[in-house]
């Protein structure tokens, strides 16, 4: 990515379509984008419901049974009917621990999508600038057949006029048929590249055809250490996994309070019959579950192997993150030098090929000379095309 941002402002653009405008289209049509998107709004949901389990209950009860009556000379029916509230205390213990794990996957998913959408602005780009390469190769190939033509015309009329062999004209057609098959191939390059980057933006390929003029001057590389440290404070991939940290931390904690005793109280009113004898009331319970086999070492190991896991994969990424800037970096360099020799190298085989196309026309040069003179421009200019 820093080799497009320095290259970006040395290059031209479409004249309907910036930079900015392509990598917001491409971002809102991007498949990666929308599911981590997506993944938020469930992240959100997931808090949501985190928040809302410590909350009491409300709970109504009617029970019915029969009930021997007084000496055994019948029977009576015993019922009531209650309503109340309860709450379960574990709720109120795991609370914490619940909601810092929803939060903490909440923003890891936020993080998430700030790297998808990274990730989608980076490949429009890569698109955009290829798009236009791909344009400006195909303009040079017809420069090329057009060049080729002017010399078979030349190589012609010196034939005619017995200045040089039919040969030369054999030469000459060879050229041009190979200039034609430069700018068939250059067509279809662009062709495909143009319709990439119209499916990736979503806009009509036939508002791809005009160029503007390059704006500014390119920008100077950062240096390395000061790249590298902007790198590991905003990039979202890092943050993301910090937020997983924070999450599986909490994951430890949380599986530790699974094991407790479930613990639930409740209170209300009740009102029935009870050996025949109306009664009424408040009514209050106490209820506690002790499980003979918890699983908490299995669940704290579990939670804390994930944790170990998330604290490896952020030291890895941190790593990662300063090679890429690193060599991004040490690319720029060799670029920015590649391209300046490319330039010069184009220039002077320019030069050359005009010097030759002079002196065939005088009698000076052979069309041999023309053809390998040709070669050496149009190579040249095709590396000066790639370096940019």
């Not at 309907?16 to 917001?24: E, I, R, V």
């Not at 048929?177 to 143009?194: F, G, N, P, V, Y």
């Not at 902007?230 to 599986?248: F, G, K, N």
């Not at 579950?289 to 604290?311: E, I």
């Amino acid at each position: 990515m820093i080799a497009i941002i320095v290259a970006a402002a040395a290059l031209p653009v479409f004249a309907n379509l910036s930079l900015a405008d392509a990598q917001q289209m491409g971002t809102a049509r991007s498949v990666d984008v929308v599911t981590a998107r997506a993944t938020v709004q469930q992240r959100e949901a997931d808090l949501a419901i985190a928040r809302g389990t410590a909350v009491p209950h409300l709970f109504g009860e009617y029970s019915l049974s029969p009930q021997a009556g007084p000496l055994d000379t019948g029977t009576v029916e015993q019922h009531y009917f209650a309503v109340g509230a309860g709450v379960t205390v574990n709720d109120f213990i795991t609370s914490s621990s619940s909601v810092r794990v929803a939060a903490g996957e909440l923003l890891a998913a936020q993080r998430n999508a700030d790297a998808a959408q990274l990730s989608a602005r980076e490949n429009v780009a890569r698109l955009y600038y290829a798009a236009l390469q791909a344009v400006a190769m195909e303009r040079f190939r017809a420069e090329s057949l057009a060049g080729a033509q002017r010399d078979r015309a030349a190589a012609e009329l010196r034939a005619r006029s017995g200045d040089a062999p039919e040969l030369d004209v054999v030469r000459a057609d060879v050229t041009v048929a190979q200039a034609h098959a430069d700018l068939a191939r250059a067509e279809s390059e662009r062709a495909k590249a143009i319709e990439a980057l119209a499916s990736a933006t979503g806009v009509e390929p036939d508002r791809l055809k005009m160029l503007n003029a390059p704006v500014g001057t390119p920008a100077a590389p950062p240096a390395a250490d000061k790249a590298i440290a902007r790198a590991l404070a905003s990039r979202p991939e890092l943050a993301a996994l910090m937020a997983t940290i924070q999450a599986r931390d909490a994951n430890v904690t949380n599986a530790r309070q699974l094991g407790l005793p479930t613990a639930t109280v409740s209170g209300g009113y009740q009102t029935g019959v009870d050996t025949g004898i109306p009664v009424q009331g408040p009514q209050v319970a106490a209820r506690l579950d002790v499980p003979l086999s918890s699983g908490t070492s299995a669940r704290v190991a579990s939670a804390r192997a994930q944790l170990d896991a998330a604290y490896a994969a952020l030291a890895d990424q941190q790593r990662k993150i300063a090679l890429e800037v690193s060599a991004a970096l040490h690319d720029v360099q060799a670029e920015a030098a590649a391209a300046d020799a490319a330039d010069r190298a184009r220039d002077e085989a320019r030069r050359a090929l005009q010097s030759v196309e002079i002196g065939y026309r005088e009698g000076a040069s052979s069309s041999l000379d023309v053809a390998d003179a040709r070669r050496t421009y149009a190579q040249a200019s095709a590396d000066a095309l790639v370096a940019e």
